[in-house]
């Protein structure tokens, strides 16, 4: 098990021991919604073990559903410590009909972690319920460590969080109404509206729950301000999503380290997956491609373990939407309904009457903040409309429902600008308003007073600001882009901003270019383009930039557009002290990685020599072990590949420390990335550092992380691992290799391995596994497999399919000494077999082994045993067989001795 999930089932042991009895019941009601959600539904679901009033009842049992048949599906719960046993025979006799109703099927919560229970206990309990008349599937008793397991499960996020108070520090957050924001302007629903029905479901929520129950997965879009963040809020509230998790992320925070925010989702997506988890990705308008590939990584990992993925963001290209990776979107858009629903709330929210509301009056609303009520495409802008009803409440509950585009200016001017009595806040406000029409935060240094700062806005959630970088620079942005516009348009800026934006685009060269890149003229996107190329002709370019993330983006450009030819742009860089610095700091493999990839792609020969002559100081190599230590062993491999210094510093890894680190704190890696990094270290002359990324694997014992893997790579793993001593190595193989096989995933590695991969997979698997740990193997796929390729091989050809077919027979039989061929197949001929031995052994590779050639030998001895007589091949070839395995050394004592067992066959 993982460190994590060890210090997470402690957290669930822990919260169990304190929970009051009716947060029991709560609890179990909330486990069976989940873990059978086609028997137990919250709207059918009858609680009769509380009340309203949170208080425990009499009655039994504590929860039901019924059957067609009149039956019951009973939920229990007992925090009884030491009586566990006597509530359910309690349970058993009610449910025999002569106390209570008849049982459909029984849900059991023994809430005590510490309860002892075994297994013959369980079978024993379960066995006299089944006599009941009731299905096995339909009987659940989870007591002691069977519950907290349960618990331990992704789908159960949701109660761990909300009952047993158990949060994880993700990128994904679990998602509460109310709380989608990292901030709250004055008009976004808040938790109070949630909780009190004041929020309004537009109809695309039906089609959105169809499309995750159709597909797995929903894009929705919508243009600025229709709603979007709220849509998943009431989503993650919605009856037939709430037992199960949401878990909420937003592209925002990938802008400092887009590889870096990368390759934590792609972790959650595996470590958080299960049956009903949905995962939200807001905002990924600002970075399609970026979307574009975790799309891809969520659907060829976590779609498997039944997730699902929301994909939600702004519409900028087209009226019917833009589609991700053939994913036809959902349009989002604000219109009567809507509109009606923002006046109800607000009013609500402030005690006022609601007044009647005509279709025609709505549609007047829409014409006025959207456009033509006609046309299908309108959506209204609802941080605008909600900012205009903020400023009529009194108006509105008197039945004047007149709103104008002024009184949304007039909201806003009222609601935040009037109340800066600074005028240098004031200045900073208008400053990151301008830039946010575009959607780009706003360094700390492009601020017209950075020394003043945002107080009144950042206490009132207009202005979030956070600190990013070594050096945590400050940046800005507002609560919701939105916002940005009708700030300019309260303070008069004729120019919507283009002035400000041109001002902070002169200033900081990563800024100037991606406002250049979502600039809303073509004129303006010219100017700012010229602004970034005089930061780059007078050099200023490099200090403006926050991260090394900064200095790629600006670099390529630079390059790209000829405005500075690469020679240039790498003497600048070499002779900066800031960039070196940059250089010296950087903690991230993900952030060095693109700089290393753009050094090399430009041939910016300096930068190399200064990367090269920083990893001569060994304090600085210290630094980078450390780094690529605490990284997936992949990422790792990747940037000692692509540094120049990848030799030197691979040298300098201490074995220990970094097979310490990545066994036991690395992120997750697949078993397919972790061999990778195997092999690499290998090639390279560092075997010994496999080990860290193999144990990893091995202790985490999670089947997700098998997902494209075959017996190959499991072969690798468990040849590499060496956790502790013999017997500790045993028992995490054991618990590994039983999550393989009841996740299914050993029996698909063997049906679908390539035969050459199997056979050698198979072989490595007997050399270095004991007899009890071979037994974990499925024997019965094992053998079919084997029949299959015997049966299907052309045996009357020297062929390699038959060669291979041969080969698997030899190796499986080390794990299966009784394997037996198909009674039916006819054996190749002794000139054939000859004929197969000859093609092993090629001219350049005479004096070694060839390719399967042991397995090869190892089926021919399994051959002649079912033949009953003597393989006939050349004494020639048998000597050269003989030759070559005495000259090489067997890996371990098990290999020696099917070595020695070989070399008798071939001398008799």
Same mark, same amino acid.
């Given at each position: 098990?993982?460190?994590?999930?060890?210090?997470?089932?402690?957290?669930?042991?822990?919260?169990?021991?304190?929970?009051?009895?009716?947060?029991?019941?709560?609890?179990?009601?909330?486990?069976?919604?989940?873990?059978?959600?086609?028997?137990?539904?919250?709207?059918?679901?009858?609680?009769?073990?509380?009340?309203?009033?949170?208080?425990?009842?009499?009655?039994?049992?504590?929860?039901?559903?019924?059957?067609?048949?009149?039956?019951?599906?009973?939920?229990?719960?007992?925090?009884?410590?030491?009586?566990?046993?006597?509530?359910?025979?309690?349970?058993?006799?009610?449910?025999?009909?002569?106390?209570?109703?008849?049982?459909?099927?029984?849900?059991?919560?023994?809430?005590?972690?510490?309860?002892?229970?075994?297994?013959?206990?369980?079978?024993?309990?379960?066995?006299?319920?089944?006599?009941?008349?009731?299905?096995?599937?339909? %009987?659940?008793? #989870?007591?002691? *460590? @069977? +519950?907290?397991?349960? =618990?331990?499960?992704?789908?159960?996020?949701?109660? /761990?969080? !909300?009952?047993?108070?158990?949060?994880?520090?993700?990128?994904?957050?679990?998602?509460?109404?109310?709380?989608?924001?990292?901030?709250?302007?004055?008009?976004?629903?808040?938790?109070?509206?949630?909780?009190?029905?004041?929020?309004?479901?537009?109809?695309?929520?039906?089609?959105?729950?169809?499309?995750?129950?159709?597909?797995?997965?929903?894009?929705?879009?919508?243009?600025?301000?229709?709603?979007?963040?709220?849509?998943?809020?009431?989503?993650?509230?919605?009856?037939?999503?709430?037992?199960?998790?949401?878990?909420?992320?937003?592209?925002?925070?990938?802008?400092?380290?887009?590889?870096?925010?990368?390759?934590?989702?792609?972790?959650?997506?595996?470590?958080?997956?299960?049956?009903?988890? %949905?995962?939200? #990705?807001?905002? *990924? @308008? +600002?970075?399609?491609? =970026?979307?574009?590939?975790?799309?891809?990584?969520? /659907?060829? !990992?976590?779609?498997?373990?039944?997730?699902?993925?929301?994909?939600?963001?702004?519409?900028?290209?087209?009226?019917?939407?833009?589609?991700?990776?053939?994913?036809?979107?959902?349009?989002?858009?604000?219109?009567?309904?809507?509109?009606?629903?923002?006046?109800?709330?607000?009013?609500?929210?402030?005690?006022?009457?609601?007044?009647?509301?005509?279709?025609?009056?709505?549609?007047?609303?829409?014409?006025?903040?959207?456009?033509?009520?006609?046309?299908?495409?309108?959506?209204?802008?609802?941080?605008?409309?909600?900012?205009?009803?903020?400023?009529?409440?009194?108006?509105?509950?008197?039945?004047?429902?007149?709103?104008?585009?002024?009184?949304?200016?007039?909201?806003?001017?009222?609601?935040?600008?009037?109340? #800066?009595?600074?005028?240098?806040?004031?200045?900073? =406000?208008?400053?990151?308003?301008?830039?946010?029409?575009?959607?780009?935060?706003?360094?700390?240094?492009?601020?017209?007073?950075?020394?003043?700062?945002?107080?009144?806005?950042?206490?009132?959630?207009?202005?979030?600001?956070?600190?990013?970088?070594?050096?945590?620079?400050?940046?800005?942005?507002?609560?919701?882009?939105?916002?940005?516009?009708?700030?300019?348009?309260?303070?008069?800026?004729?120019?919507?901003?283009?002035?400000?934006?041109?001002?902070?685009?002169?200033?900081?060269?990563?800024?100037?270019?991606?406002?250049?890149?979502?600039?809303?003229?073509?004129?303006?996107?010219?100017?700012?383009?010229?602004?970034?190329?005089?930061?780059?002709?007078?050099?200023?370019?490099?200090?403006?930039?926050?991260?090394?993330?900064?200095?790629?983006?600006?670099?390529?450009?630079?390059?790209?557009?000829?405005?500075?030819?690469?020679?240039?742009?790498?003497?600048?860089?070499?002779?900066?002290?800031?960039?070196?610095?940059?250089?010296?700091?950087?903690?991230?493999?993900?952030?060095?990685?693109?700089?290393?990839?753009?050094?090399?792609?430009?041939?910016?020969?300096?930068?190399?020599?200064?990367?090269?002559?920083?990893?001569?100081?060994?304090?600085?190599?210290?630094?980078?072990?450390?780094?690529?230590?605490?990284?997936?062993?992949?990422?790792?491999?990747?940037?000692?590949?692509?540094?120049?210094?990848?030799?030197?510093?691979?040298?300098?890894?201490?074995?220990?420390?970094?097979?310490?680190?990545?066994?036991?704190?690395?992120?997750?890696?697949?078993?397919?990335?972790?061999?990778?990094?195997?092999?690499?270290?290998?090639?390279?002359?560092?075997?010994?550092?496999?080990?860290?990324?193999?144990?990893?694997?091995?202790?985490?014992?999670?089947?997700?992380?098998?997902?494209?893997?075959?017996?190959?790579?499991?072969?690798?793993?468990?040849?590499?691992?060496?956790?502790?001593?013999?017997?500790?190595?045993?028992?995490?193989?054991?618990?590994?290799?039983?999550?393989?096989?009841?996740?299914?995933?050993?029996?698909?590695?063997?049906?679908?391995?390539?035969?050459?991969?199997?056979?050698?997979?198979?072989?490595?698997?007997?050399?270095?596994?004991?007899?009890?740990?071979?037994?974990?193997?499925?024997?019965?796929?094992?053998?079919?497999?084997?029949?299959?390729?015997?049966?299907?091989?052309?045996?009357?050809?020297?062929?390699?399919?038959?060669?291979?077919?041969?080969?698997?027979?030899?190796?499986?039989?080390?794990?299966?000494?009784?394997?037996?061929?198909?009674?039916?197949?006819?054996?190749?001929?002794?000139?054939?077999?000859?004929?197969?031995?000859?093609?092993?052994?090629?001219?350049?590779?005479?004096?070694?082994?060839?390719?399967?050639?042991?397995?090869?030998?190892?089926?021919?001895?399994?051959?002649?045993?079912?033949?009953?007589?003597?393989?006939?091949?050349?004494?020639?070839?048998?000597?050269?067989?003989?030759?070559?395995?005495?000259?090489?050394?067997?890996?371990?004592?098990?290999?020696?001795?099917?070595?020695?067992?070989?070399?008798?066959?071939?001398?008799?």
């Amino acid at each position: 098990m993982a460190q994590d999930q060890r210090a997470l089932q402690t957290a669930i042991e822990a919260g169990l021991r304190r929970l009051s009895a009716v947060d029991l019941q709560k609890l179990a009601e909330q486990l069976a919604l989940v873990l059978r959600p086609d028997i137990f539904n919250a709207s059918t679901l009858v609680v009769r073990g509380r009340n309203i009033e949170d208080q425990t009842t009499k009655g039994w049992p504590d929860a039901y559903a019924e059957a067609p048949n009149g039956r019951i599906y009973a939920i229990e719960a007992t925090r009884q410590k030491s009586s566990w046993a006597s509530h359910i025979a309690e349970d058993y006799e009610k449910g025999c009909g002569a106390v209570g109703r008849k049982l459909a099927g029984y849900f059991f919560v023994g809430g005590y972690p510490d309860h002892s229970v075994t297994d013959e206990e369980l079978s024993s309990w379960k066995t006299k319920f089944q006599a009941l008349g009731i299905e096995a599937r339909d %009987i659940a008793i #989870l007591v002691g *460590i @069977h +519950l907290v397991t349960a =618990l331990l499960r992704a789908e159960c996020a949701r109660i /761990r969080e !909300t009952i047993l108070h158990i949060s994880a520090p993700t990128r994904f957050r679990l998602l509460r109404p109310g709380a989608a924001q990292l901030a709250h302007n004055a008009w976004q629903p808040t938790l109070e509206d949630f909780e009190n029905n004041r929020v309004f479901a537009p109809a695309i929520m039906l089609d959105m729950i169809r499309a995750l129950e159709l597909d797995g997965v929903a894009l929705v879009r919508g243009h600025g301000a229709a709603g979007k963040t709220t849509l998943i809020e009431l989503l993650a509230i919605h009856p037939q999503i709430v037992p199960f998790p949401l878990f909420y992320a937003d592209i925002i925070a990938a802008e400092e380290n887009s590889d870096l925010f990368r390759s934590d989702v792609i972790n959650e997506f595996a470590a958080l997956a299960g049956p009903g988890v %949905i995962f939200a #990705l807001d905002n *990924i @308008h +600002l970075a399609e491609g =970026l979307v574009e590939e975790l799309f891809i990584e969520w /659907r060829a !990992t976590s779609r498997s373990m039944s997730s699902r993925l929301v994909l939600l963001g702004r519409e900028r290209r087209s009226n019917i939407g833009t589609s991700v990776s053939g994913i036809l979107p959902l349009m989002l858009r604000a219109r009567g309904p809507e509109l009606r629903g923002v006046v109800r709330r607000l009013l609500e929210r402030a005690g006022r009457a609601v007044p009647p509301i005509s279709e025609s009056q709505a549609d007047e609303w829409l014409a006025t903040f959207g456009g033509p009520p006609d046309e299908p495409y309108t959506s209204a802008d609802l941080i605008a409309f909600s900012a205009a009803v903020a400023n009529r409440l009194t108006p509105l509950a008197a039945g004047d429902l007149t709103l104008r585009e002024t009184d949304a200016v007039e909201g806003v001017r009222a609601r935040y600008l009037n109340v #800066l009595a600074d005028h240098c806040e004031r200045a900073n =406000l208008l400053r990151i308003a301008a830039t946010e029409i575009v959607e780009v935060p706003c360094p700390d240094a492009c601020l017209p007073h950075p020394e003043k700062g945002f107080p009144v806005c950042n206490l009132e959630g207009l202005v979030l600001s956070d600190w990013i970088g070594m050096e945590r620079r400050k940046q800005h942005r507002l609560a919701h882009p939105a916002l940005g516009a009708l700030l300019t348009t309260a303070a008069g800026m004729r120019d919507r901003g283009e002035g400000e934006r041109l001002t902070a685009g002169s200033q900081s060269a990563a800024l100037g270019l991606r406002l250049a890149s979502q600039a809303p003229t073509k004129s303006e996107r010219t100017k700012l383009e010229r602004l970034v190329a005089e930061l780059g002709i007078d050099g200023s370019w490099i200090v403006s930039c926050y991260s090394l993330q900064d200095i790629v983006t600006v670099a390529r450009w630079l390059v790209a557009t000829r405005t500075l030819p690469s020679q240039q742009v790498d003497d600048a860089l070499a002779e900066s002290p800031y960039f070196e610095q940059l250089l010296t700091d950087a903690r991230s493999a993900d952030s060095w990685l693109p700089l290393l990839n753009t050094v090399h792609n430009r041939g910016l020969t300096r930068v190399t020599a200064q990367t090269v002559r920083l990893a001569e100081a060994p304090k600085h190599v210290r630094m980078l072990v450390s780094m690529i230590g605490a990284t997936r062993c992949h990422t790792a491999t990747s940037f000692l590949k692509a540094h120049p210094a990848g030799s030197a510093i691979l040298a300098a890894i201490d074995a220990d420390a970094w097979n310490t680190t990545q066994s036991r704190f690395a992120p997750i890696a697949w078993a397919t990335q972790t061999v990778g990094a195997i092999r690499y270290f290998e090639r390279h002359g560092r075997p010994e550092l496999a080990r860290g990324p193999a144990d990893a694997i091995v202790l985490r014992a999670d089947a997700r992380q098998w997902i494209h893997a075959d017996m190959a790579h499991l072969s690798h793993i468990l040849r590499t691992c060496g956790i502790g001593a013999e017997e500790e190595r045993a028992v995490a193989i054991r618990l590994m290799m039983q999550q393989l096989s009841l996740s299914s995933w050993l029996a698909r590695a063997i049906a679908e391995t390539h035969v050459g991969d199997l056979s050698g997979a198979l072989l490595s698997l007997s050399n270095h596994l004991t007899d009890e740990l071979l037994q974990l193997l499925p024997s019965l796929d094992i053998a079919s497999r084997v029949q299959r390729q015997l049966l299907s091989a052309p045996m009357d050809e020297a062929s390699e399919p038959t060669v291979r077919a041969i080969a698997l027979f030899g190796s499986a039989a080390e794990i299966l000494p009784s394997l037996d061929a198909p009674t039916n197949l006819r054996w190749p001929t002794s000139e054939t077999l000859e004929r197969l031995v000859a093609s092993r052994v090629r001219k350049d590779m005479a004096g070694q082994l060839g390719t399967h050639e042991i397995q090869l030998w190892l089926g021919l001895m399994r051959v002649a045993l079912h033949r009953g007589d003597s393989v006939q091949v050349s004494a020639d070839q048998r000597a050269r067989v003989k030759r070559l395995l005495r000259g090489t050394s067997a890996p371990t004592a098990r290999a020696a001795s099917t070595r020695e067992r070989l070399l008798r066959w071939l001398d008799a």
